[in-house]
């Protein structure tokens, strides 16, 4: 409000000034003129026109400041990523916009200091969800409306982004660019024409798995547990359209909801052991032990040749039981493994602005070791994207964002596993990955990366399509077809692709 009125004060002023310039003018004019006009072979002058006054405005607007906002989860299930949601994008603006962080062991800090193009870039809020679309509308509602943001970067979760890039379409005049939510929808069917996703989504991450179920392990049928909301259908998704393009048949399908606490229940309603080839998980956040543990209470202790896991295992691993070394895990679009030097320059990064912050457990730990998380990995890249863009037009967003919005589906970001540019929907094109939990030297478990499948698109070699129903309980269905990469993943032998 107040940048609206000074620039109101400004065209009154220069008005006035003008006013008084040419009043000045008229006077001399009539005490220096002659009683008879003096002949002149001199060319007649023409008078430039006097400027509109939109067309004043225009000139002198531009952008002064760029408020940026932040939406991360601080509670539900995925209110322990947190803090490395905040750091991937703190330590962005620190390395690429000359931030400053405020407090080197609490990324929620935020940052000052900040510049693109010579336009100072203020962090104005920090939004609060829970993975639920109400709490993250309301969050963008705050920030974006009434603390006044022009740029979100943001949320976390499926079901949030969906609304959030609903949200996005009546709000053309401003930017959103996703955190690390993967759900299918929020880009195929919203298509929000300012709302960019610069990440997999849920069934892109899974790419390899089953791939890797049907031809690696030999399973023929497979159980399938899913949290039972948009991004627990698009990471199942993904496995199953694989394992069944492959040959694979789906039998059951097992949907907890988000935040359950006690899983026996469903635990019982999975085929047992000799019923079925495997089971794939997809329960994240902090149902992910519980779910395994209410199975080995009900049928039980897990084979690592009959289970798989989504990315959740990946946070998870650290609480296996040592028996569970050798099961594949899906990715996360992250490798720290990988002998890029990309890789080790990411770790650099994030040592170099943070100290130790808060893990998703609560402890306190060193910023290079949390430096490859898939959280903190996205919003860092969605950040790096949007510095990328703005410094693409100038840091200049007066135009209603049009140029910065055309800029950023145009933009091929850097990551650090390598580059990511966006399709027509404003979807990322990105590298899969599948792992394996090994056993470190210590005893320990940890994840090593065993395949890539390069150049995933959201289309998943046909299986989805704007014009298919998004996935859900029941879709995809279990049918056979040519994925492009079924046996021709590259393997990945002590971090280095072996193409």
Not at 161 to 172: F, R, T
Not at 237 to 264: H, K, M, Q
Not at 393 to 419: C, F, K, N, R, W
Request: hydrophobic share 40%; with cysteine.
């Amino acid at each position: 409000m107040s940048l609206r009125k000074s620039k109101v004060m400004r065209l009154v002023i220069m008005a006035a000034v003008i006013a008084l310039v040419a009043a000045a003018c008229g006077d001399d004019e009539e005490e220096a003129a002659p009683t008879t006009a003096a002949p002149t072979t001199a060319a007649p002058t023409t008078a430039a026109p006097e400027p509109e006054p939109e067309e004043m405005e225009e000139e002198m607007m531009g952008t002064e400041v760029i408020n940026l906002a932040v939406l991360s989860d601080c509670e539900g299930a995925f209110g322990g990523f947190h803090d490395q949601d905040l750091a991937g994008v703190v330590a962005a603006f620190a390395e690429f916009a000359g931030a400053t962080v405020t407090n080197p062991n609490k990324p929620t800090d935020g940052f000052t200091g900040a510049s693109v193009a010579g336009v100072p870039v203020e962090l104005v809020g920090i939004g609060c969800a829970d993975d639920t679309a109400d709490k993250a509308i309301e969050e963008t509602r705050r920030l974006m409306e009434q603390i006044g943001a022009d740029i979100m970067i943001g949320p976390l979760s499926g079901d949030e982004s969906i609304a959030v890039a609903n949200y996005a379409k009546d709000h053309p005049t401003q930017t959103f660019v996703n955190g690390t939510a993967g759900a299918m929808d929020t880009t195929m069917h919203v298509q929000a024409p300012n709302f960019f996703r610069f990440n997999g989504d849920g069934a892109q991450w899974n790419a390899g798995t089953g791939d890797y179920a049907k031809n690696v392990l030999g399973w023929d049928t497979a159980a399938v547990v899913m949290d039972d909301y948009s991004f627990g259908w698009t990471s199942a998704a993904g496995f199953i359209a694989e394992f069944c393009a492959a040959g694979g048949d789906v039998t059951s399908r097992v949907f907890p909801p988000l935040n359950t606490t006690d899983y026996s229940s469903f635990a019982a309603q999975l085929p047992d052991p000799d019923e079925v080839d495997g089971y794939f998980w997809v329960v994240g956040g902090t149902g992910t032990i519980p779910s395994l543990k209410a199975f080995e209470d009900a049928k039980g202790s897990l084979n690592p040749e009959q289970h798989m896991g989504n990315l959740f295992w990946e946070f998870a691993v650290g609480a296996f039981d040592p028996g569970m070394a050798g099961a594949y895990v899906g990715g996360f679009g992250t490798a720290a493994d990988l002998a890029l030097d990309s890789v080790s320059e990411h770790t650099a990064i994030m040592d170099r602005h943070f100290d130790d912050f808060p893990d998703p457990g609560g402890n306190m730990t060193p910023a290079a070791l949390q430096a490859h998380s898939g959280f903190l990995v996205n919003y860092f890249v969605a950040a790096k994207a949007l510095i990328q863009a703005l410094e693409e037009v100038g840091g200049d967003i007066s135009d209603d964002h049009q140029a910065l919005q055309a800029a950023l589906a145009d933009t091929t970001v850097e990551g650090p596993y390598g580059p990511i540019s966006l399709d027509s929907n404003r979807q990322a094109i990105v590298d899969s990955y599948v792992r394996q939990i090994v056993a470190n030297d210590d005893g320990s478990l940890g994840l090593a990366t065993v395949a890539v499948i390069p150049g995933v698109d959201q289309s998943f070699g046909g299986a989805f399509s704007p014009d298919i129903d998004p996935p859900g309980r029941e879709v995809p269905t279990c049918e056979v077809r040519d994925l492009p990469w079924i046996g021709n993943s590259v393997p990945v032998v002590d971090g280095v692709p072996q193409s």
